[in-house]
DNA sequence: CTAACGTACAACCAAATGGTTGTAGATGGA
DNA sequence: TCCATCTACAACCATTTGGTTGTACGTTAG
């Protein structure tokens, strides 16, 4: 499932630190990147440990850098890593698509070219499903 | 934080549902609708209760519909759901390039003077900062 | 009708999450 | 120097997650 150089652990980190309200709020923040992570945490209803671990899972899901200043640490998003998630989408797209083109190939069975020499293909008809990436019972 | 008809909860469950390998292999594979809960759960080396409590995920998070079929049922991969998903991170992008924006109008204005100022700007008169909108979880 | 299949759901468990408090190490300013 | 600030991190706790098994129920095939 590694397609684009995004493993699923990357897309997994990814997605999760997105799925939190208030870590998204934080990329929103820090786009200017000059928010200290005790400066951030006074705008959240919770403590500066909460806030500094949500700091963390951004960071290592990539979406954030820090950068020491003094004594302060200076939370910056990454403008790319969106660009990142938006290519887990359309990697998802991608392969579906390819699917449903698979499947329009052969209802449509059109003369051209080499479409009947699929019949391996055709033969499975209904078995569309690879043994799932490696994964064995 | 609403702006598309997107709130804060429906992101986070979407978000949470693609932060699954299982369950981003699950929407691929289900795009045709064609794939009963029972056939889908042979493709993992899981139980399928388990893939069942996956497939229920996605389906709170509106990624995809089951459809009653004699005893069977169909689940099938919503397309549009990812370009909901898209919507939220382009909401993401959009809110910070405002952001930029605003800044980058503020030093077009004054490109003498002191650009450290703002600072005070962004995290000091924060009615920029709503204390963190809905807090679920 | 009966047996097999597909589904739903509850109960349970280990591990991860999201939060807390407390402690300790750097750094900067008086 | 001393003190306040910012950060890091550990320990702890409640809840959620992702998995299991078991049971019950509707539907289809024989």
């Given amino acids: 499932m590694v397609v684009d150089g995004l493993t699923d652990e990357t897309v997994d980190r990814l997605f999760h630190a997105l799925a939190d309200a208030t870590r998204r709020d934080i990329l929103r923040r820090c786009v200017r990147g000059e928010l200290s992570v005790s400066r951030l945490a006074e705008a959240y209803p919770m ?9 963390t899972v951004l960071e290592r899901a990539g979406l954030v850098t820090k950068q ?21 989408l359309d990697e998802l797209e991608t392969a579906w698509r390819s699917r449903v083109d698979r499947m329009s190939g052969l209802l449509a069975d ?28």
């Fill in 47 to 55: 403590s500066f440990a909460a806030v500094q671990k949500h700091v």
């Fill in 110 to 137: 059109d003369a051209g070219s080499d479409a009947g020499s699929d019949a391996g293909t055709a033969a499975g008809s209904g078995d569309d499903k690879e043994p799932t990436e490696g994964q064995d019972r």
């Fill in 68 to 88: 020491r200043c003094g004594r302060e640490q200076l939370v910056r998003t990454d403008p790319d890593a969106v660009d990142r998630a938006r290519q887990a």
